[in-house]
Protein backbone atom coordinates (compact mmCIF):
# COMPACT_ATOMS: atom_id res chain seq x y z
CA UNK A 1 0.00 0.00 0.00
CA UNK A 2 1.09 3.25 -0.51
CA UNK A 3 0.51 4.76 3.03
CA UNK A 4 2.76 1.97 4.29
CA UNK A 5 3.27 3.43 7.71
CA UNK A 6 7.13 1.54 7.70
CA UNK A 7 7.41 3.51 4.02
CA UNK A 8 6.07 6.40 5.60
CA UNK A 9 9.04 6.20 8.74
CA UNK A 10 12.04 4.93 6.03
CA UNK A 11 10.67 8.10 4.45
CA UNK A 12 11.04 10.38 6.84
CA UNK A 13 14.35 9.25 8.14
CA UNK A 14 15.77 9.89 4.34
CA UNK A 15 14.30 12.91 4.69
CA UNK A 16 16.00 13.98 7.80
CA UNK A 17 19.12 13.36 6.45
CA UNK A 18 18.97 15.09 3.94
CA UNK A 19 18.01 18.09 5.56
CA UNK A 20 20.60 17.60 8.77
CA UNK A 21 23.22 17.57 5.37
CA UNK A 22 21.40 21.00 4.39
CA UNK A 23 22.09 22.33 7.72
CA UNK A 24 25.79 23.75 7.72
CA UNK A 25 25.97 24.92 3.56
CA UNK A 26 22.84 27.17 4.02
CA UNK A 27 24.26 28.22 7.48
CA UNK A 28 27.46 29.21 6.19
CA UNK A 29 25.46 31.10 3.11
CA UNK A 30 22.71 32.68 5.15
CA UNK A 31 24.78 33.07 8.68
CA UNK A 32 24.98 36.95 8.70
CA UNK A 33 21.03 37.29 7.67
CA UNK A 34 19.69 34.49 9.84
CA UNK A 35 21.17 36.08 13.12
CA UNK A 36 19.70 40.01 12.13
CA UNK A 37 16.42 38.17 11.83
CA UNK A 38 16.66 35.69 14.55
CA UNK A 39 17.93 39.17 17.27
CA UNK A 40 14.37 40.73 16.10
CA UNK A 41 12.54 38.37 18.71
CA UNK A 42 14.45 35.38 19.30
CA UNK A 43 11.79 33.15 21.09
CA UNK A 44 9.44 33.56 18.01
CA UNK A 45 12.38 32.91 15.65
CA UNK A 46 13.54 29.60 17.36
CA UNK A 47 10.08 28.50 17.60
CA UNK A 48 9.79 29.47 13.44
CA UNK A 49 12.95 27.77 12.88
CA UNK A 50 12.30 24.36 14.44
CA UNK A 51 8.91 24.26 13.26
CA UNK A 52 10.48 25.35 9.89
CA UNK A 53 12.58 22.10 10.23
CA UNK A 54 10.04 19.48 11.51
CA UNK A 55 7.78 20.67 9.17
CA UNK A 56 10.08 20.23 6.19
CA UNK A 57 11.24 16.80 6.97
CA UNK A 58 7.95 15.10 7.70
CA UNK A 59 6.28 16.46 4.77
CA UNK A 60 9.49 15.43 2.79
CA UNK A 61 9.40 12.29 4.37
CA UNK A 62 5.65 11.69 3.64
CA UNK A 63 5.84 12.73 -0.24
CA UNK A 64 9.15 10.49 -0.46
CA UNK A 65 7.54 7.41 1.33
CA UNK A 66 4.49 7.69 -0.53
CA UNK A 67 6.44 7.85 -3.85
CA UNK A 68 8.30 4.76 -2.43
CA UNK A 69 5.06 2.59 -1.89
CA UNK A 70 3.44 3.91 -5.55
CA UNK A 71 6.46 2.92 -7.55
CA UNK A 72 7.78 -0.50 -5.75
CA UNK A 73 9.46 -1.35 -8.43
CA UNK A 74 13.29 -2.68 -7.99
CA UNK A 75 14.52 -1.05 -10.71
CA UNK A 76 13.01 2.05 -10.46
CA UNK A 77 13.73 2.21 -6.54
CA UNK A 78 17.65 1.89 -7.42
CA UNK A 79 17.04 4.85 -9.85
CA UNK A 80 15.18 7.26 -6.98
CA UNK A 81 17.89 5.89 -4.74
CA UNK A 82 20.41 6.75 -7.14
CA UNK A 83 19.41 10.52 -7.04
CA UNK A 84 19.52 10.63 -3.56
CA UNK A 85 22.74 9.53 -3.45
CA UNK A 86 23.30 12.45 -6.23
CA UNK A 87 21.95 15.14 -3.83
CA UNK A 88 23.31 14.02 -0.40
CA UNK A 89 27.32 13.85 -2.15
CA UNK A 90 26.44 17.37 -3.19
CA UNK A 91 25.44 18.38 0.03
CA UNK A 92 28.52 16.41 1.63
CA UNK A 93 31.07 18.02 0.05
CA UNK A 94 29.65 21.61 0.84
CA UNK A 95 29.30 20.04 4.27
CA UNK A 96 33.44 19.18 4.35
CA UNK A 97 34.30 22.63 2.71
CA UNK A 98 32.11 24.53 6.02
CA UNK A 99 33.80 22.11 7.88
CA UNK A 100 37.35 22.38 7.18
CA UNK A 101 37.00 26.56 6.99
CA UNK A 102 35.37 26.48 10.48
CA UNK A 103 37.75 24.40 11.59
CA UNK A 104 40.62 26.68 10.02
CA UNK A 105 39.27 29.72 11.63
CA UNK A 106 39.08 28.32 15.14
CA UNK A 107 42.78 26.89 14.55
CA UNK A 108 44.62 29.74 13.11
CA UNK A 109 42.09 32.56 13.42
CA UNK A 110 44.71 35.06 11.34
CA UNK A 111 45.79 33.11 8.92
CA UNK A 112 41.77 31.32 8.39
CA UNK A 113 40.54 34.94 8.13
CA UNK A 114 42.98 35.59 5.30
CA UNK A 115 41.90 32.13 3.42
CA UNK A 116 38.78 32.55 3.48
CA UNK A 117 38.86 35.98 1.98
CA UNK A 118 41.17 34.40 -0.73
CA UNK A 119 38.41 31.89 -1.47
CA UNK A 120 35.76 34.20 -1.53
CA UNK A 121 37.49 36.36 -3.68
CA UNK A 122 39.06 33.51 -5.86
CA UNK A 123 35.07 31.88 -6.91
CA UNK A 124 34.18 35.50 -7.22
CA UNK A 125 36.12 35.95 -10.33
CA UNK A 126 34.97 35.51 -13.61
CA UNK A 127 37.84 33.63 -14.73
CA UNK A 128 36.82 30.65 -11.95
CA UNK A 129 33.56 29.85 -13.55
CA UNK A 130 35.12 29.84 -17.07
CA UNK A 131 37.21 27.28 -16.37
CA UNK A 132 34.16 25.39 -14.62
CA UNK A 133 32.12 26.81 -17.85
CA UNK A 134 34.79 25.05 -20.33
CA UNK A 135 35.38 22.05 -18.13
CA UNK A 136 31.23 20.67 -18.13
CA UNK A 137 31.51 21.52 -21.95
CA UNK A 138 34.07 19.27 -22.36
CA UNK A 139 32.76 16.63 -20.01
CA UNK A 140 29.45 16.69 -21.64
CA UNK A 141 30.62 16.18 -25.01
CA UNK A 142 33.33 13.38 -24.31
CA UNK A 143 30.30 10.73 -24.07
CA UNK A 144 29.54 11.00 -27.74
CA UNK A 145 32.68 11.74 -29.10
CA UNK A 146 34.12 8.84 -31.21
CA UNK A 147 37.05 7.04 -29.87
CA UNK A 148 36.81 3.50 -32.10
CA UNK A 149 37.90 1.46 -28.92
CA UNK A 150 36.09 -1.22 -29.88
CA UNK A 151 33.22 -1.00 -27.12
CA UNK A 152 36.21 0.60 -24.73
CA UNK A 153 34.74 3.93 -25.31
CA UNK A 154 34.22 4.55 -21.46
CA UNK A 155 37.83 3.66 -20.27
CA UNK A 156 38.91 6.45 -22.79
CA UNK A 157 35.98 8.76 -21.49
CA UNK A 158 37.32 8.20 -17.93
CA UNK A 159 40.51 9.22 -19.04
CA UNK A 160 39.55 12.29 -20.73
CA UNK A 161 37.59 13.30 -17.71
CA UNK A 162 40.14 12.55 -15.47
CA UNK A 163 42.93 14.82 -17.14
CA UNK A 164 39.69 17.59 -17.62
CA UNK A 165 39.40 18.28 -14.18
CA UNK A 166 42.97 18.21 -13.16
CA UNK A 167 43.67 20.61 -15.58
CA UNK A 168 41.24 23.42 -15.11
CA UNK A 169 41.62 23.23 -11.28
CA UNK A 170 45.77 23.44 -12.25
CA UNK A 171 45.28 26.35 -14.59
CA UNK A 172 42.92 27.97 -12.39
CA UNK A 173 45.65 27.73 -9.37
CA UNK A 174 48.39 28.99 -11.06
CA UNK A 175 46.76 32.16 -12.58
CA UNK A 176 44.73 33.01 -9.48
CA UNK A 177 48.55 32.82 -7.48
CA UNK A 178 50.49 34.41 -9.95
CA UNK A 179 47.14 37.44 -10.08
CA UNK A 180 46.13 37.61 -6.22
CA UNK A 181 49.48 38.99 -4.34
CA UNK A 182 50.24 41.37 -7.43
CA UNK A 183 46.73 42.64 -6.77
CA UNK A 184 47.35 42.97 -3.12
CA UNK A 185 50.57 45.17 -3.87
CA UNK A 186 49.21 46.71 -6.58
CA UNK A 187 46.10 47.87 -4.27
CA UNK A 188 48.86 48.55 -1.19
CA UNK A 189 45.99 46.17 0.47
CA UNK A 190 48.15 43.98 1.27
CA UNK A 191 50.10 46.76 3.02
CA UNK A 192 47.05 47.64 4.79
CA UNK A 193 46.49 43.67 6.00
CA UNK A 194 50.13 43.54 7.05
CA UNK A 195 50.28 46.89 9.21
CA UNK A 196 47.43 45.12 10.91
CA UNK A 197 48.81 42.02 13.47
CA UNK A 198 48.76 39.83 10.70
CA UNK A 199 52.69 38.41 9.71
CA UNK A 200 53.85 37.95 6.24
CA UNK A 201 53.85 34.54 6.86
CA UNK A 202 50.24 34.23 8.08
CA UNK A 203 49.21 36.49 4.67
CA UNK A 204 50.99 34.30 2.02
CA UNK A 205 50.43 30.87 3.52
CA UNK A 206 46.80 32.69 4.16
CA UNK A 207 46.24 33.34 0.33
CA UNK A 208 48.13 29.53 0.01
CA UNK A 209 45.48 27.51 1.33
CA UNK A 210 42.56 29.65 0.11
CA UNK A 211 43.47 29.97 -3.54
CA UNK A 212 44.31 25.61 -2.61
CA UNK A 213 40.63 25.38 -1.74
CA UNK A 214 39.35 26.70 -4.35
CA UNK A 215 40.74 24.78 -6.98
CA UNK A 216 39.63 22.13 -4.48
CA UNK A 217 36.00 22.80 -4.70
CA UNK A 218 36.79 23.14 -8.34
CA UNK A 219 37.70 19.69 -8.16
CA UNK A 220 35.17 18.00 -5.95
CA UNK A 221 32.09 20.10 -8.08
CA UNK A 222 33.84 18.93 -11.28
CA UNK A 223 34.09 15.14 -9.93
CA UNK A 224 30.44 15.11 -8.91
CA UNK A 225 29.79 15.87 -12.53
CA UNK A 226 32.02 13.89 -14.09
CA UNK A 227 30.47 10.50 -12.07
CA UNK A 228 27.31 11.80 -13.99
CA UNK A 229 28.34 11.90 -17.09
CA UNK A 230 29.84 8.44 -16.76
CA UNK A 231 26.84 7.12 -15.65
CA UNK A 232 25.11 8.05 -18.61
CA UNK A 233 28.02 6.57 -20.66
CA UNK A 234 26.99 3.46 -19.35
CA UNK A 235 23.96 4.13 -20.30
CA UNK A 236 24.75 5.40 -23.46
CA UNK A 237 26.86 2.66 -24.88
CA UNK A 238 24.03 -0.21 -23.35
CA UNK A 239 26.48 -1.91 -20.96
CA UNK A 240 25.15 -4.07 -18.70
CA UNK A 241 23.95 -2.33 -15.43
CA UNK A 242 26.62 -2.21 -12.72
CA UNK A 243 26.03 -4.57 -10.07
CA UNK A 244 26.73 -4.25 -6.41
CA UNK A 245 29.32 -6.63 -4.66
CA UNK A 246 27.97 -10.13 -3.26
CA UNK A 247 28.97 -8.84 0.01
CA UNK A 248 27.22 -5.45 -0.16
CA UNK A 249 24.33 -6.68 -1.92
CA UNK A 250 23.80 -9.49 1.04
CA UNK A 251 24.42 -6.72 3.47
CA UNK A 252 21.57 -4.55 2.08
CA UNK A 253 19.28 -7.58 1.68
CA UNK A 254 19.77 -8.50 5.08
CA UNK A 255 18.56 -5.28 6.75
CA UNK A 256 15.23 -4.79 8.68
CA UNK A 257 13.20 -3.01 6.66
CA UNK A 258 10.56 -3.40 3.64
CA UNK A 259 11.86 -4.58 0.73
CA UNK A 260 11.31 -1.22 -1.07
CA UNK A 261 13.50 0.44 1.13
CA UNK A 262 16.17 -2.04 0.50
CA UNK A 263 15.90 -1.47 -3.01
CA UNK A 264 16.35 2.56 -2.98
CA UNK A 265 19.05 1.81 -0.78
CA UNK A 266 20.91 -0.43 -3.39
CA UNK A 267 20.47 2.15 -5.58
CA UNK A 268 21.98 5.10 -2.56
CA UNK A 269 25.09 2.39 -1.90
CA UNK A 270 25.44 2.05 -5.63
CA UNK A 271 26.09 5.83 -6.61
CA UNK A 272 28.31 5.84 -3.17
CA UNK A 273 30.26 3.06 -4.66
CA UNK A 274 30.35 4.61 -8.21
CA UNK A 275 31.58 7.88 -6.89
CA UNK A 276 33.95 6.37 -4.28
CA UNK A 277 35.81 4.27 -7.62
CA UNK A 278 36.02 7.55 -9.23
Request: glycine share 10%; with cysteine.
Amino acid sequence: MPFSPSLLVVGIVLALIQVAAAVPWVLALTWDALRAWYRQAPGQRLLALIGGVVGTVVLGGFALGTEIGIVRERERLEVIGRIYGIILHLQLIADVFVLIFVSMTAVWPKGGAVARAAFRESYRQPMFWLFVGAAVVLLILSPFIPYFTFGEDHIMVKELGYDTVMLAAVAFGAIAASMSISEEIEGRTAVTLMSKPVSRRQFLLGKFFGILMACLIMVAVLGWFFDLVLLYKYWFDKLPPRQLPQSVAGWVDRLVGPAEARNLLSGTVGWALHAGEM
